[in-house]
């Protein structure tokens, strides 16, 4: 080979350097910002900068960063109110959209140069942050007693309430009520009922079920499908910690019941092709009675369609006298106060005034968001049908009981691998593989 | 100072960017694949080659490499063949060359993002026009439901990644094509070859450095396509488009294994290196002269 083609060789080599540095960067700990250019653009791009420190004058400066650019103008309102009442304080928000809070946003957590009070996901990334030590302990902090206590479990660890999950959410399906008062049909009270209604459905020319297959559908679908197969809480933790497999007949059930509702043309064709969008949009149409995915999707669908009536429902998979739950919750938005924070007073009375039931109530009624704030008042149809299910028996989310993100995706995987024509057999087998090998680390 | 070590001062701004943001952040991503970091916490130990060997029997990595040398090749050739076609039918010049020249290089200019979103919208099972104008032909049996189908999603993708980029290549092989002295394609001719003996036997050859060019390049955008996947299937449907830099972001930012994400990222470079190394080779670029 002459010298240029060497050269050549060793500039694409370099240039193959330029894909490793995208996990090497490295200031002070931050992993790297691959994936900031893939983000879809769901929420607001980045506002303004925010370094944590006291500003000019007596004002301090506090840094607030979630992922819901949906909601900024609902925290906007609310920020300006509390800077009323806190003429000291100055809130700085930024949104980050979630793939970059997954990147960016939490590796900047980790110096403490934004994110005085900051919002994470409950499960892996929560178990990560916690892990690094970036959350204050916020036990016995007086504000605690303004949510519901059985609602803020998913932030607390080792006896300590680290982070405050601030919206309740019902990871069920929403029904088309108008359809079902048409067709004479109630809520199924067990599997049999349920692939009866969806039958009934099929026959009068309507998908039963929009099922985003592609994209968070089977991340959804799975809770409630399998909260009664295997009723036992910690059932995902015991499959990481090795006492449990996902060969079992309870997830076996649960895949061969996904299977039965695909080949039975109870989801829309192709439903491993389409996307949260598609199949919302086939339920916001109402083609679709159904839609597998839960109650925060309950505001958008009525913007989108305001003559929609709709409800919740969750597949009762089992015979009615062995049904446990008669649903699935989560509580996530967890806010925490970052353990780095220059100002953690200040942060606390942020986290302090949007736990007051009327500041709760305005964000609640402005994002049509439930709360785990207590005494909320709602004033939308939505968030009064989403209320009605804080008396019923539900369970917190099993997906989120699941702390490796492997062992999660596998789990999820497998059910696309279902739909995809594999026998639920060897899609939990393959599941499980992946699971062993992770326990095996 | 002599004016030749003057010039050398120039470079000084250029290389201390290269080593701070290039370099450096390399070194350091081969020194966290020798550790267990999580990617946020403040310490972390030392465990030498184990990442390394975790790689060798990782069920989603293996799956990621069969699955991006799949893509690699379906890219390399699609990309290659219709971007040499296009070039050949452009450097024959004619009316309207300059303007189907813009109209190819179009989709590169595009976002991996934006090209993301329209693909996933042309495929889109029921709404997409791929299947609509499958349907209006007569060609109903050949709908698919594209990227949903585990068999045939990284094709789909790959076809995607191709349409973005084939503006590009073609502008190379223009270049390369315009760089052949044209008495030796007119003395071929006037031997007696006919359109193909020409093209095999003088053209082709002579466009070896372009088309290692390409070859390479398209090898490497193969590897780096993280966010057209991303946003086309996120690696899915299960695990059938999950191609290396989707198992490196997965781990790094989903799993908080950034040990392990750090050493799936040096196998990665050390691949490409690799297979660029070898289609050099193959394609024997620096043997042509003139």
């Known amino acids: 080979m002459n010298k240029i083609g060497r050269l050549n060789v060793f500039a694409f080599i370099l240039a193959t350097l330029l894909l490793l540095s995208a996990c090497g960067s490295n200031t002070g700990g931050n992993g790297g910002n691959a994936a900031a250019d893939a983000s879809p653009g769901s929420a607001s791009p980045a506002q303004g900068g925010s370094s944590g420190e006291a500003s000019a004058g007596d004002k301090v400066k506090i840094s607030f960063i979630h992922w819901r650019g949906e909601d900024a103008e609902a925290f906007d309102s609310i920020i300006q109110k509390f800077e009323q009442e806190h003429p000291n304080i100055q809130v700085e928000t930024q949104v980050f959209p979630s793939e970059q809070y997954q990147t960016v946003a939490q590796a900047k957590l980790s110096d403490g140069s934004v994110g005085d009070v900051f919002a994470s996901f409950p499960g892996a990334q929560f178990e990560a942050l916690a892990k690094a030590g970036l959350y204050t302990d916020l036990s016995g902090e007086s504000f605690l007693a303004n949510f519901t206590d059985t609602l803020i479990e998913a932030g607390q660890k080792d006896g300590k309430q680290l982070a405050i999950p601030y919206q309740l959410v019902y990871n069920i399906p929403i029904y088309n009520a108008d359809i079902f008062e048409r067709y004479g049909l109630t809520p199924p009270k067990d599997w049999d009922g349920f692939l009866a209604m969806a039958e009934k459905l099929k026959s009068e020319g309507l998908i039963p079920i929009a099922f985003p297959g592609a994209d968070i559908g089977p991340g959804q679908f799975m809770n409630p499908m399998v909260m009664n197969n295997a009723p036992d809480p910690d059932i995902f933790v015991k499959l990481e910690a090795g006492e449990a497999k996902l060969t079992d007949e309870w997830w076996v059930k649960t895949l061969s019941q996904f299977k039965e509702l695909n080949d039975k043309g109870y989801f829309q064709p192709n439903a491993l092709g389409t996307k949260d969008q598609g199949a919302g949009a086939l339920f916001v149409q109402e083609k679709a009675a159904i839609l597998a995915t839960g109650s925060y999707q309950l505001a958008q669908n009525k913007k989108s369609n305001p003559n929609l009536k709709q409800k919740l429902l969750a597949p009762i998979t089992v015979p009615a006298d062995q049904a446990v739950y008669e649903g699935i919750h989560t509580t996530t938005f967890m806010l925490g106060v970052n353990a780095k924070s220059k100002h953690p007073e200040e942060a606390k009375a942020f986290i302090e005034f949007l736990s007051r039931k009327d500041i709760a109530g305005e964000y609640a009624n402005a994002t049509g968001q439930n709360v785990t704030v207590k005494d909320v008042e709602y004033s939308t149809e939505e968030l009064k049908t989403v209320a009605e299910w804080t008396t019923k028996k539900t369970r917190f989310q099993p997906r989120f009981t699941i702390k490796n993100g492997e062992v999660q995706k596998a789990v999820t995987n497998s059910i696309q691998a279902v739909l995809g024509g594999q026998s639920p057999e060897d899609a939990a087998k393959e599941a499980q593989a992946i699971v062993d090998q992770q326990l095996g680390k | ?290």
């Open chain 2, 1 to 290: 100072m002599k004016p030749g070590k003057k010039l050398l001062l120039f470079f000084l701004p250029g290389i201390a960017l290269y080593l701070a943001l290039f370099v450096y952040p390399t070194l350091t991503g081969i020194y966290y694949s020798f550790t267990d970091w999580d990617g946020l916490s403040p310490s972390y130990r030392y465990v030498g080659l184990d990442n390394y060997a975790g790689l060798t029997e990782h069920i989603v990595f293996r799956k990621a490499v069969g699955n991006n040398l799949k893509f690699m090749l379906a890219v390399v050739i699609a990309q290659t063949a219709v971007s040499l076609v296009l070039a050949l039918q452009l450097a024959r010049g004619g009316k309207g060359a300059a303007a189907l020249r813009a109209l190819y290089f179009v989709p590169t200019i595009l976002s991996s993002v934006s090209v993301g979103f329209i693909w996933t919208f042309l495929y889109d099972p029921s709404l997409g026009a791929i299947n609509g104008l499958l349907n209006a032909a007569g060609l109903s049996h050949w709908t698919q439901n594209w990227l949903g189908n585990v068999r045939f999603a990284i094709f789909a993708v790959a076809a995607a990644q191709a349409w973005a980029h084939i503006g590009q290549m073609v502008i190379l092989f223009v270049a390369g094509l315009q760089a052949i002295p044209s008495e030796l394609v007119e003395a071929a001719k006037l031997d007696g070859g006919n359109r193909w003996q020409v093209f095999a036997r003088v053209t082709w050859p002579l466009l070896a450095p372009a088309a290692a060019l390409v070859v390479s390049y398209t090898t490497i955008q193969s590897f780096k396509a993280f966010d057209l996947v991303f946003t086309m299937t996120n690696g899915g449907p299960a695990y059938s488009t999950e191609i290396l830099s989707t198992f490196i972001y997965s781990a790094a930012f989903a799993n908080y294994t950034f040990g392990l994400a750090s050493a799936a990222s040096v196998f990665f470079l050390a691949l490409v290196s690799l297979i660029t190394f070898l289609q050099f080779r193959v394609l024997r670029a620096d043997r042509v002269s003139y």
